[in-house]
């Protein structure tokens, strides 16, 4: 069973920057894809950038320009470079990884607050 744990997250002021990490507990390169998600309270959960096993990046249209996800497969671990943080981008950040399949797996999350 693949676990997968976040960390980075915390407190930022705007327009501040956070990196995002998610270690896989096995190997990652036999991974479809893998991403981060985040939730907002009263909202759904929604995409915010993805990586294929190719290196190929989509990112959601909020966060185009100033996230970028990136993969070390050396050390089973994806990561978010989040710059020029809003309040907006306040949520829960959850890895997730396509197993292929119908396989998925998700992190606990780690929560990012972009506050004054």
């Known amino acids: 069973q693949v676990q997968l744990v976040e960390s980075g997250g915390g407190l930022v002021q705007p327009g501040g920057s956070l990196r995002l990490s998610c270690a896989a507990s096995?190997?990652?390169?036999?991974?479809?894809?893998m991403g981060w998600y985040r939730q907002a309270p009263g909202k759904e959960r929604e995409l915010v950038a993805a990586?294929?096993?190719?290196?190929?990046?989509d990112y959601a249209d909020s966060v185009k320009g100033r996230f970028t996800i990136s993969r070390d497969n050396a050390k089973n671990t994806v990561y978010l470079q989040m710059n020029s943080l809003k309040p907006e981008d306040t949520a829960v950040y959850y890895c997730n990884a396509d197993g292929g399949y119908g396989t998925t797996y998700w992190g606990k999350g780690t929560l990012v607050t972009v506050s004054s």
């Open positions: 096995g190997s990652i390169f036999s991974f479809v894809a």
């Open positions: 990586i294929t096993s190719g290196g190929t990046t």
